[in-house]
């Protein structure tokens, strides 16, 4: 419960400020240290020769000639690797009858997916490596490829492990369905299809194995959002005592929750150090990374509502059918974004009869699996679609219908009828200020002007519900070894500055910043005098690192405790040295005060020179505790959810269907604000990401399985001068599962954007009888939709 | 392979004599032969910007050119730009308004807005985002970017127009 005084006038007061990051600088001057920089003695290079098949099953592989080709270190194929890695499996046990077959760095017999990697050539520089990947014959017999996923959801299992390609199939039904839609008023059904689309982190994905056989002991330099996470994988695949692996991830050129997977790349290249005993350094480039990073989303959904005569939602009635790839992730699958779907449906509103089938599918593609907002843009855009249908329907204006469906900010706590617990959202206030702050009644009498002339203008809004602070029930409970929980260690250094190091991980959101500022704030010294590190498990306590939206909200708390200790600890050696209670002391602006009349009595640097060099001042028997570790698991609700609604502007070209996006508004909230710098920052690239997805990004397969747009030049990526400006505004409303009170916001932005965007289009759109409910929505959709082409 | 070619270059001020492979890019040769590693490669088909740097002070994409294209010519990349000193308004605006995240764009961001700012145009918002319309960025959206050159390039006219009274 937090009656936290984030009094923004005391000095220190750093939570709720906007400041800027101090690790920034670095990157500002070309001095980030990303794994693609890094160089080592003796370090090696790896490139892949990858399946040119979606299906097939290998014949033979000649590697004798790019074995003698100079500079070639070793060629390594399935069986090298097999033989020394434990497979994978990606299933939770809590999504009952998952099934996904085993995994081994390279395939042993078939190759399941168009740039699977196949052989391995490690040489002395990666140019040597592809002339000789050039070199290498392997013979692939094609089988036919299921690209298709509802075809694949009948046809023969293409795993010899599986009886079929259903890898988790699961229904909800809170009862009433039927019922609900027989005595419905209004009842609007839509069937939605969402693209594959993918990460495309500037920084590609990059590893650097470095394996010492004097100590069996693995260093990975890791371009990860999750080092602890890898450290386990590493440990236990490869049969290495975990203390003796450290996985460092330092400067991280982009993640978004792409490079928390394991890839067979990396597995392969770890796999390849221990043989050779050298390091190894692997960075995919950007062909690879289309072929073999993680894609996202890829549903097709048919969703109903039932609604009564005042366009109350009375229930809904869900079918998400999502393809996978070859093989579900690993370690957290690919099914939990078909199961937040399914859950997060309906989410801003009260009804109680809801109904949901999903079905996740293999089928000969890349694997999918959670990318930033899993399965939230899904769940968004079908209801705030359908909830824009009926109101076209009954003629109610967007936001006329959502009031009217909200669940009161009054009513929590409340239970979802798909099972979320929400502790209190805010969804009314929300829905008010966006209204407000985008000035809509003027904004529609200006689309009513413009279309008069012509113009076709639209106006979106999307309510969102985000899951934030995961608890064990995310992944701990499904038997992943997966941390819910943050460590922290707060270091006194003898100078009186603290040095914190901590199990949340960077990746640019300002992780580092927002812990430095809690901690100074907790401890009453200056910013400038806390150096905080983050991304390595030799020097920072095990995890869970960053995602899902739990760096501020976990993190911060662990940090908050730990502040709070240390800060006990110092008072108490103080107490020692100025023969005072340590109840009436307190630490401001780095000195030591009387706590009611502010006088300063000692400075912490003097404190921390007694304790660290002359102890033998202090009273005997004093141990003075410098420094503290401390642990934060969360507590209370599983999840701690978010919300907010967002609207989008755009100028839709009905001739050539180009769609101009004019503005982009949210309202979000995350509770409480550590820096609203970095919150706005972390929205608004959310929200670009979202619109990525609803315009522009697909990747696009041949029927024989075939990625054909995997280069930066043919898949469409938002830039600069197709984005909106886009404003932000927020409200607080703190869980009180903590302290801090903090919820996550990195997913807020992508949650609801594509929604508000296909509302948005489709609002430009009435009254020429077309109706988009596909993304992205391509100038060749739109016209189609038109019937124009 | 191929045998290597002398080229004589100036990188960020300073002559670089050195044996480079034909095949080897600008880019490469910057990041891996004289480990200038703040310029990045992002696409390695002039698509992203990352790799942008200077070339006889004209933006230039170092992954499309071979280190032995640039025999003779005078390179700069943000290392050089920080060390003289020449973007110090741009990148203390970049940091003020968080106008990065990871920072793998960062660099050619600020060669590019190096560019547009020297081209002495009268720049928006809209101008600006169209300067930028090479240059890929995943973390920001783009707009606290757009914020921190109109900045700047606000603050340098006021200076300028302080000087010329
Ligand atoms: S690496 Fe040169 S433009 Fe992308
Ligand atoms: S800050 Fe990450 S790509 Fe621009």
Known sequence: MNAFAGSIDRPNSYIGRSVSRPNAKRLLEGRGRYVTDLVLPRMLHAAFVRSPYAHGKIVSIDIEEAKALSGVRAVFTGEDLASICAPWTGTLEHFTNMKSPPQVPLPLEKVMWSGQPVVLIIADSRAVAEDAAELVIVDIEELPALADPVDAMSAAAMSKELADNICFATKLDSGGVEEAFDAADTAVEQSFIFGRHTAVTLEPRAIVADYDPSENRLTAHHATQTPYQFQDVYSRHYGIPEANVRVIAPDIGGSFGMKLHVYHEEMAVVGASILLGRPIKYVADRMESFVSDIHARDHRVTGRLALDRDGRITAMDVDDVTAIGAFSSYPRTSAVEGNQVIRLMGAPYDFSSYRANLSVVFQNKVQTSQYRAVGHPIACAVTECLVDAAARELSLDPF?????????????????????????????????????????????????????????????????????????????????????????????????????????????????????????????????????????????????????????????????????????????????????????????ADWIVETVTGQQRISLAEVARVAFFRSDTLPPETQAQLSVVHHYAPQGYPFAFTNGAQSCLVEVDAETGFVKILKHWVVEDCGRIINPLLVDEQVRGGVVQGLGAAFFEECLYNEEGQLTNGSLADYLVPMACEMPDIEISHVETPTRDTELGAKGCGEAGTAAASAAAMNAVNDALVGHGAVLTQIPMTPTRILKALGTI | MSGKVTISLAVNGETIEALVAPRTTLADFLRQDIQLTGTHTGCEMGVCGACLVLLDDRPVHACLMFAVQADGCAVETVEGLTHRRAIDDLQKAFHERNALQCGFCTAGMLVSAYGVLASGDELDRDSIRDALSGNYCRCTGYESIVDAIETTARLRRQHMEKEEA
């Open chain 1, 400 to 588: 006329e219908i959502r009031e009217r469906n909200l669940i009161p900010d009054s009513s929590y706590p409340r239970t979802s009828p798909t099972g979320y617990q929400f502790e209190k959202l805010s969804h009314q206030v929300c829905l008010a200020r966006l209204k407000s702050m985008m000035n809509y009644d003027a904004l529609r009498v200006e689309q009513a002007g413009l279309r008069e002339k012509g113009i076709l203008r639209g106006i979106g809004i999307a309510l969102f519900v985000e899951i934030t602070n995961p608890s064990p029930a995310f992944y701990g409970v499904g038997g992943a070894r997966i941390s819910a929980q943050d460590g922290a260690i707060l270091k006194l250094t003898p100078s009186g500055e603290v040095h914190c190091s901590i199990s949340v991980t960077e990746q640019g959101q300002g992780t580092e910043t927002i812990i430095g500022q809690i901690v100074a704030d907790q401890l009453g010294i200056d910013r400038e005098k806390v150096r905080v590190m983050t991304g390595d498990t030799d020097t920072t306590p095990h995890g869970g690192a960053t995602w899902a939206c739990r760096g501020a909200g976990i993190g911060g708390e662990t940090a908050l405790q730990a502040a709070r200790k240390l800060k006990a600890n110092l008072l108490a050696v103080a107490g020692l040295i100025l023969q005072a209670q340590p109840g009436e002391l307190d630490i401001r």
